[in-house]
C-alpha cells in the first residue's frame, strides 16, 4: 500500500513559480515511478510529467516542457513539481501517483495505481 500527500498548491499571478511536493509512505520508494497528472475544472484529468525509480529518467507533457521539473529525493521519499512562468492555463488540481518501477515511464493515467488527493493550483491572469 502507498499512500501520497500532495502540498504546496496555492493562488499566483501569471509567470510566477510554485514547487510541489508529494510525500510517499511506502516501504522502498525507489520501487516506484512516480508522475504528475493535472485536472481542470471542466475537463478531463491530463498528464504534466513523470520521473523513474531513479530519477535519471524523465518524461514532459509537451504543454509544460520547459517550464515544468520533476525531480525526486528517494532518501526523503518525495517528488517534486517545480513549475515555472506560470500560465492561467495552468490552474487545475494536481495529483501525484504512483506505480512500480516498468519500461517506459508511462503517462498513462491507467498504469497508475496509487494517487494522492491533489492540491489546488491556482494562476490569476
Known amino acids: 500500500q502507498v499512500q501520497l500527500v500532495e502540498s504546496g498548491g496555492g493562488l499566483v499571478r501569471a509567470g510566477d513559480s510554485l514547487r510541489l511536493s508529494c510525500a510517499a509512505s511506502?516501504?522502498?520508494?525507489?520501487?516506484?515511478?512516480m508522475a504528475w497528472f493535472r485536472q481542470a475544472p471542466g475537463k478531463e484529468r491530463e498528464f504534466v510529467a513523470a520521473?523513474?525509480?531513479?530519477?535519471?529518467?524523465?518524461l514532459y507533457a509537451d504543454y509544460v516542457k520547459g517550464r515544468f521539473t520533476i525531480s525526486r529525493d528517494n532518501a526523503k521519499n518525495t517528488v517534486y513539481l517545480q513549475m515555472m512562468s506560470l500560465k492561467p492555463d495552468d490552474t487545475a488540481v494536481y495529483y501525484c501517483?504512483?506505480?512500480?518501477?516498468?519500461?517506459?515511464?508511462?503517462?498513462?493515467?491507467?498504469?497508475?495505481?496509487?494517487w494522492g488527493q491533489g492540491t489546488q493550483a491556482t494562476v490569476s491572469s
Open positions: 511506502v516501504r522502498t520508494f525507489s520501487n516506484y515511478d
Open positions: 501517483t504512483a506505480r512500480l518501477y516498468g519500461s517506459p515511464i508511462s503517462d498513462l493515467p491507467g498504469d497508475y495505481l496509487y
Open positions: 520521473i523513474g525509480w531513479s530519477g535519471t529518467n524523465t
